[in-house]
């Protein structure tokens, strides 16, 4: 049995706390908050013995397989390096940390120390985001030459993180980081970029619209665009768009979760590539819910087999690295990525 601690007890903690009781061999021992509301409270809904403020005292008094890492990106590098320290391993929330440079060392101490770091970059998991990476690999298609990823809504994100709206990096960190990597997992690495990006709510700091248009090693074009001022007859938070193209068909994942693959003079394929709601869920959220399980699940399993995560910390380096070209490009014209490691 896997034993395990949250780090942080806010507004998506109840999502990583939920998908643990339904991950096999997985008990999780320990909370800790600097909130002593928000500590108890979790305690107490998820039945969990013990309790912290500090961190420090938790790995000290507990023995530890993994910590889960739910906090804020500002405290991010803090506590895995004091996790790293302790010689537990550990998956984190994105985005992983406020700059790359942060993310390098966050990377390096865990290396340093030999623990397993993996970063909670759950879209991968997302059961329709598989199903179309399933459909790519099946080479129905033929060789894929351009690829959209999309996420457009005008969904109130900040009536459940307030915080964003102060956030100087706002929508390519939070939500673009995603998206990017979701580009990366379906089309490869990508050697050059150019980005633009907007504010269009005068009431908030940073951008919440911004697009890119990127070439990926493999010969794929992609763009990858997100908002969160886009309002829309049918509003489709928390979905994900796809479309690709290749030399002998095209896949496209619409609205509702409908995948549909065609061949290019042969047959058409619809599904419905929609997750199921668990028990703790509920729509519109479900889908990433059902994803956070499939994460930690994901974690687990490299645990007791020695693996390497998929979204390992050096994985994540990579995706970061597209964040940070994006916003350097949208200050001005940017013709490479720079490496991540």
């Not at 969904?155 to 956030?167: K, M, R, V, W």
């Not at 994900?240 to 047959?267: F, M, N």
Request: proline share 4%; charged share 20%; with cysteine.
């Amino acid at each position: 049995m896997l034993k395990g601690a949250v780090v942080g007890c806010g507004f998506f903690a109840d999502n990583h706390l939920n998908a643990w009781r339904e991950v096999p061999g997985v008990e999780i021992v320990a909370l800790c908050d600097t909130d002593t509301v928000r500590l108890t409270g979790a305690a107490a809904k998820f039945a969990v013995p013990a309790t912290y403020r500090d961190i420090d005292a938790m790995l000290a008094d507990e023995k530890l397989d993994f910590v889960d890492v739910a906090t804020g990106p500002a405290t991010h590098r803090l506590l895995v390096e004091k996790v790293a320290a302790a010689g537990v391993a550990v998956i984190c929330q994105k985005p992983v940390a406020l700059t790359l440079a942060d993310a390098k060392a966050m990377v390096a101490a865990c290396d340093a120390a030999g623990v397993t770091f993996m970063v909670h970059e759950n879209f991968r998991f997302q059961r329709p985001l598989r199903a179309v990476k399933a459909a790519l690999e099946e080479g129905v298609i033929g060789e894929p030459f351009f690829g959209r990823v999309s996420f457009r809504s005008g969904y109130d994100i900040f009536s459940g993180q307030p915080y964003l709206a102060t956030e100087e990096r706002f929508i390519v960190a939070d939500l673009g980081i995603h998206v990017l990597d979701v580009a990366r997992f379906l089309f490869g690495e990508v050697s050059r970029l150019t980005a633009s990006t907007c504010r269009v709510n005068p009431d908030i700091r940073g951008e919440d619209a911004a697009t890119a248009l990127m070439q990926h090693e493999g010969g794929v074009m992609s763009v990858v665009d997100c908002s969160y001022t886009s309002y829309r007859a049918k509003e489709l938070f928390p979905q994900t768009l796809v479309e690709i193209d290749g030399s002998a068909g095209s896949i496209v994942l619409d609205a509702d979760y409908r995948l549909t693959v065609h061949a290019r003079g042969g047959e058409t394929v619809v599904s419905d590539v929609d997750a199921p709601v668990l028990p703790w869920a509920a729509r519109p959220w479900h889908v990433v819910q059902e994803s956070v399980r499939a994460t930690e699940a994901h974690f687990a399993e490299c645990l007791a087999s020695g693996r390497e995560p998929a979204t390992s910390g050096h994985d994540n380096l990579k995706t970061y690295a597209l964040v940070d070209a994006v916003y350097r490009s949208a200050a001005g014209p940017l013709a490479t990525v720079s490496p991540a490691v």
